[in-house]
């Protein structure tokens, strides 16, 4: 039974994120829906999960309810197994300790390339954008999964500025750009999941979200979409999962 | 004082030697701790985002107009809003820059920048850390394996790709940063300047060790015997110090781990204010809570004794289980 109106984009968004995760992983990840989807996996299937923060945290578990306004404040450090310093932790990501990095994203293309930086041209911007803060390094140096909303003006055929780089400009460009490791795993939106074809690194739909059709993805996406010829529909998400996220965040912090 | 992109090793030893380093008192007054920055001066500041930032030497240095100060923060949040809305600083060297992720873009931030009134260099996270780290080690660089590929390299040709002598691999220089001054907050320490830090250390080991003047405020003073006792705790050394400030409260309305968590409702009232007009709305909170009190103290009553005691019950909380 699909209830489209059971659950909010942002809290699917978050339960289909939460199941790229495996149990036994160690992840690295960023404030928001990538900090929650990442405790919820390690409170429902993935107790053996060990969450990363950039503020300098490994092992965290983020109490239900408590949930950190940034990646550097002290409730992200809350039952951690250590605390060290946010380069140390930075570094974990470049050594090869960390097999996901999990961030969001404001504005992604085909190539998985993500910006965070400016809207428009860079030297006369439209809109100054925070920045790459730990972005540009988990995304250099791990593989990766993008939780983000799913819009037109965010899924472009070349973002504006590459903050965070995904696969450059597709084939081995990455590689030959002097990041060997790494890349764009998966993409999840409330509208379906994105992987990478292996020879031109462009996205491509790996599954549809429940009660989301071909045309819905490719209307509001900004470039020609691939589509998995094994074209899978997720299951939506289960009453644990959601219980279990709203018990995390009952103010709706992140899910809104 | 910022024309090398790095200071010479000789300039940097040269002003290190300078630097009286015996174990001595450093107590001042806030007022009295403005005077080690100057006019142009490069500020290091330690703490992350809304954690140990520190908030009342920010206060002072803008309650002392200075002007044209660089400043350089892992992340930067409305610490940074303050700084170039008040006009000390026109240029910040960091890696991500809003007030919080909260409340979406600063506008405070988006004014001065898009305007061309002030400049934000933008590093990867790492990128400041390494930067730093190669200020403390003493060399000018530190090698990196981020930042490559990607549009916030081409910003910043201050940093060299080079193949690696040994493996031939592409790999980004960071040049060392060494600023004038660093303005760290820390939980205690004693009147020497010996630190300790409670939680996450964000990068301030090494941006005491990078700069050429520390500045410490402090929750309080303790014992030089304290200190003693257990030296494990020191994170930074005496020597690297030339300012104590004892300021409880010297990072509200930010938090200070395991003392308080941030001030949210002043937070969120100073965001809406200033987002709703990033020049006036500025300006009046500037002149309500930075140019008006009479002290820090006053600062915090204006936060108010509910909201403040509301924190340290939430900071302290850290210590319950």
Known sequence: ?256 | MNEAVVKPYLQLREELSRRDRSLREKVVTLEDATSFVQDGMSVGLGGSTMSRTPMAMIWALIRARKKHLTCSRSIVSTDGDLLLGSGICDHMITSWFAQGILWGLSKVMRHHVEKGGARYDEWSHMAVGMRFRAGAMGVPFMPIRSMLGSDVLKQRPEAKEIDCPFTGEKLLLVPALNPDVALIHVQRCDAYGNAQIDGLQFMDIDLAMAANRVILTTERIVSNDQIRRAPDLTKIPFFCVDAVVEVPYGCAPHECYGAYEPMMQHMEAYVSQVNGDPVGGLEAYLGRYVYGPKSWTEFLELIGMDEVLDATRRGRSIYDD
Do not use: W
Request: glycine residues 10%; proline residues 5%.
């Open chain 1, 1 to 256: 039974m699909i209830e489209p109106h059971r659950y909010t984009a942002n809290e699917i968004l978050t339960v289909l994120s939460a199941r790229q995760l495996r149990d036994g992983q160690v992840v690295f990840a960023g404030v928001g829906v990538p900090l929650l989807a990442a405790t919820l996996a390690q409170r429902t299937r993935c107790p053996g999960l060990t969450i990363l923060f950039e503020g300098g945290v490994i092992g965290a578990f983020v109490e239900p309810g408590k949930l950190p306004p940034s990646t550097n404040d002290q409730r992200c450090t809350k039952r951690a197994n250590m605390v060290l310093g946010s380069a140390e932790v930075l570094l974990l990501l470049q050594r090869g300790y960390v097999d996901v990095g999990f961030m969001g994203g404001a504005q992604i293309d085909q190539y998985g390339n993500l910006n965070s930086s400016f809207i428009g041209d860079s030297l006369h911007p439209k809109t100054r954008l925070p920045g790459t803060g730990g972005g540009n390094d988990i995304s250099s140096l791990a593989n990766m999964i993008v939780a983000m909303k799913h819009e037109k003006r965010r899924f472009v055929e070349h973002v504006d500025f590459i903050t965070s780089p995904g696969f450059i400009s597709g084939g081995d460009s990455r590689a030959q750009s002097g990041l060997p490791t790494g890349g764009m795993f998966r993409v999840v939106t409330e509208l379906a999941v994105f992987s990478f074809e292996d020879a031109e690194r462009r996205m491509k739909v790996a599954a549809l979200n429940p009660g989301v059709s071909r045309d819905e993805v490719q209307d509001k996406t900004g470039f020609e979409l691939i589509f998995d010829d094994d074209l899978a529909v997720t299951e939506p998400p289960s009453e644990n999962e959601l219980a279990t996220l709203r018990m995390l965040d009952p103010e709706h912090l992140f899910t809104a």
